[in-house]
Structure formats: structure tokens, C-alpha cells
């Protein structure tokens, strides 16, 4: 795709009251390794790409929210599970249940793990995080019959569904809203495309610093940089709807300019976000 100047977001940015003390922060699990031929087009064959396996914690008086939940402690046999062809060398690190026990964070802050959707790179590490999910309709259903919601209905089971509805509106172009706090500082825009109910996070912080996770409407930055789609036969194999995720990212990349983008799994989008205490703070006012 094309990116002309044109193309970057010009009107104002919706309004957001996040609290003094609401923070974010990346918890890293591992990554594992793929070549840019396959990630996005025009990738060279001897680009080895590090996918980065991150969760990331939204902390918030009103409760806190990891987005997705990286890789669990059993990453190996969901590998296991999945078809040969998508099956790469990985790298595990402390899982996000073991750092935030490493911290002393007290789970029962917690509200669970929104996940931008249930693709097992995104869904592994809830094996060993026993909070509630936070899923939409349409992205539930896709893990009930879709091949690759076969991680997910494994790790998933005996845990809390929180079934939310993005009966919001419109949001920076997205077609549909869910405000978590009703603040503005968290907010989930239905994306589509990849898989039938994917989503992107939105995040504003009390320093007016804000946030697209934009989980994978692009694999790596390129795709915001460059406007680089998925190689044609990714796309065929990845995304329920090719079209949809192309408009996406064309509204994702109108946002970069006031936002730090971030695609789930290129390790360099989460520069500047820090890593979650050693010792975390629980006092809630």
C-alpha cells in the first residue's frame, strides 16, 4: 500500500480522562522465529524475524486488564497442536503468571485477559493464569469452530467467560466500540478480518501518551512503515477476510502519526513501554 501524507489521521482525537495513577506495562514470554519472506511482502528470505510473545498489563483503579496472555507454561504442547506448516523454533521465557508472582502483584486486582483473539500465540500463557476472559460474540464463536481455536478451547476451559458487546460507536474509524471504564483510557474497536471478532486495544495514559495494540492486522512493523500486507499466501491462510484486515491496517496507519502502534508480534513495537516492577505497587486509592 501506498502511504501518502494524505493518508494520516488529521481530525481531533476522541476524549479521554485516564486516572492519575493508571500506568501500563509489557510482560514478555518468549518469541519465536520466522522468516520475513513469510511475514510480510517483500521480505527477504534471509531476514530471520524474532515474533515477540507479549502480554501487556493495563493497570487501572477500577481493575486491572492484561492484553492477551503470551506463552503458557505448556507452550510445548500447544506448538504440538498446531498443523506442521505453522509450527517454528521458539525461545520461552517467565510466563506472565510467573512474573507477576515475581512482583507480588496481588491477582486479585485482575479483571482477566482481553485477548485481541484466540490464535494461540496470543491465548497459550492462560493455562496458568485462572482469571476471567474477555472475549466478544463473534470472536467466541470463531474459537468454538475455527481449526485454530483448538489452543483455545484447551487453555480455556474452567475459566470465566466475560462476554462484552461493542455496542459502542464508531471509534478512529473502526466500526464499533466497547469502553471499558468508561473513561476513555481503555478502549476495544472491532477489527475484524483476521479472525471474525479480533480487535484493537486502545490505550490513553494520564501523560496523554496513547497506544493502538493493534494485534494482527500486521505481523511487524513493516506493515505501518511500508504499508506491507502479509505474502498473498499468509493472507489466504491466515485471515477469514483479506479485505477487511487491509482496512484495518489502513486506519491503523492513519493513527500512527498520534499513536504508537503496536503489532503483537514485532518486538520492537513495545520500545518504551516498561516491564512490569520488581516490586509492584497494590495500593489502589
Same mark, same amino acid.
Given at each position: 500500500?501506498?502511504?501518502? &501524507?494524505s493518508?494520516?489521521?488529521?481530525?481531533?482525537l476522541?476524549?479521554?480522562?485516564?486516572?492519575?495513577?493508571?500506568?501500563l506495562y509489557?510482560?514478555?514470554?518468549?518469541t519465536?522465529?520466522?522468516?520475513?519472506?513469510?511475514?510480510?511482502? !517483500?521480505?527477504?528470505?534471509?531476514?530471520?524475524?524474532?515474533?515477540?510473545?507479549?502480554a501487556?498489563? %493495563?493497570?487501572?483503579?477500577?481493575?486491572?486488564l492484561l492484553?492477551?496472555?503470551?506463552?503458557?507454561?505448556n507452550v510445548?504442547?500447544?506448538?504440538?497442536?498446531?498443523?506442521?506448516? +505453522?509450527?517454528?523454533?521458539? +525461545?520461552?521465557?517467565?510466563?506472565?503468571?510467573?512474573? @507477576?508472582?515475581?512482583?507480588?502483584?496481588? &491477582?486479585s486486582?485482575? @479483571? !482477566? %485477559?482481553?485477548?485481541?483473539?484466540?490464535?494461540?500465540?496470543?491465548?497459550?500463557?492462560?493455562d496458568?493464569?485462572?482469571?476471567?476472559?474477555?472475549?466478544?460474540k463473534?470472536? @467466541?464463536?470463531?474459537?468454538?469452530?475455527?481449526?485454530?481455536?483448538?489452543?483455545f478451547?484447551?487453555?480455556?476451559?474452567?475459566l470465566?467467560?466475560? +462476554?462484552?458487546?461493542?455496542?459502542g460507536? +464508531?471509534y478512529?474509524?473502526?466500526p464499533?466500540?466497547?469502553?471499558?471504564? !468508561?473513561?476513555?483510557s481503555?478502549? %476495544?474497536a472491532?477489527?475484524a478480518g483476521?479472525?471474525?471478532g479480533?480487535?484493537?486495544?486502545?490505550?490513553?495514559?494520564p501523560?496523554?501518551?496513547?497506544?493502538?495494540?493493534?494485534?494482527?492486522?500486521?505481523?511487524?512493523m513493516?506493515?505501518?512503515?511500508?504499508?506491507?500486507?502479509r505474502?498473498?499466501?499468509?493472507?489466504?491462510?491466515?485471515?477469514?477476510?483479506?479485505?477487511t484486515?487491509?482496512?484495518? @491496517?489502513?486506519?491503523?496507519?492513519?493513527?500512527?502519526r498520534?499513536? &504508537?502502534?503496536?503489532?503483537?508480534?514485532?518486538v520492537?513495537?513495545?520500545?518504551g513501554?516498561?516491564?512490569?516492577p520488581?516490586q509492584?505497587?497494590?495500593?489502589?486509592?
Amino acid at each position: 500500500m501506498v502511504i501518502e &501524507q494524505s493518508s494520516f489521521w488529521s481530525s481531533s482525537l476522541p476524549q479521554a480522562r485516564p486516572p492519575a495513577d493508571m500506568a501500563l506495562y509489557r510482560l514478555p514470554t518468549g518469541t519465536y522465529a520466522t522468516r520475513a519472506k513469510f511475514a510480510v511482502t !517483500g521480505g527477504s528470505f534471509r531476514d530471520m524475524r524474532h515474533f515477540a510473545a507479549t502480554a501487556v498489563l %493495563v493497570s487501572h483503579p477500577r481493575g486491572d486488564l492484561l492484553i492477551d496472555a503470551g506463552f503458557g507454561e505448556n507452550v510445548a504442547a500447544h506448538i504440538k497442536m498446531l498443523a506442521r506448516l +505453522e509450527r517454528a523454533p521458539y +525461545e520461552q521465557g517467565e510466563t506472565v503468571a510467573q512474573q @507477576l508472582a515475581a512482583a507480588g502483584y496481588d &491477582q486479585s486486582r485482575l @479483571l !482477566g %485477559v482481553l485477548v485481541t483473539h484466540v490464535h494461540w500465540d496470543h491465548v497459550s500463557g492462560l493455562d496458568s493464569l485462572r482469571v476471567p476472559v474477555w472475549i466478544n460474540k463473534d470472536e @467466541l464463536q470463531y474459537a468454538a469452530d475455527d481449526p485454530h481455536g483448538s489452543v483455545f478451547r484447551s487453555v480455556s476451559q474452567g475459566l470465566p467467560i466475560r +462476554e462484552y458487546a461493542l455496542t459502542g460507536p +464508531e471509534y478512529l474509524g473502526f466500526p464499533a466500540s466497547f469502553d471499558v471504564h !468508561g473513561d476513555g483510557s481503555l478502549v %476495544v474497536a472491532l477489527a475484524a478480518g483476521h479472525t471474525s471478532g479480533s480487535v484493537v486495544v486502545f490505550v490513553t495514559l494520564p501523560s496523554g501518551k496513547r497506544y493502538a495494540f493493534i494485534g494482527d492486522l500486521t505481523w511487524q512493523m513493516d506493515g505501518i512503515t511500508r504499508g506491507a500486507e502479509r505474502p498473498w499466501l499468509m493472507r489466504r491462510l491466515a485471515d477469514v477476510d483479506p479485505a477487511t484486515v487491509r482496512l484495518g @491496517l489502513q486506519r491503523s496507519i492513519a493513527l500512527s502519526r498520534a499513536f &504508537q502502534v503496536v503489532p503483537a508480534h514485532d518486538v520492537r513495537a513495545y520500545d518504551g513501554i516498561p516491564l512490569l516492577p520488581r516490586q509492584f505497587a497494590n495500593s489502589v486509592e
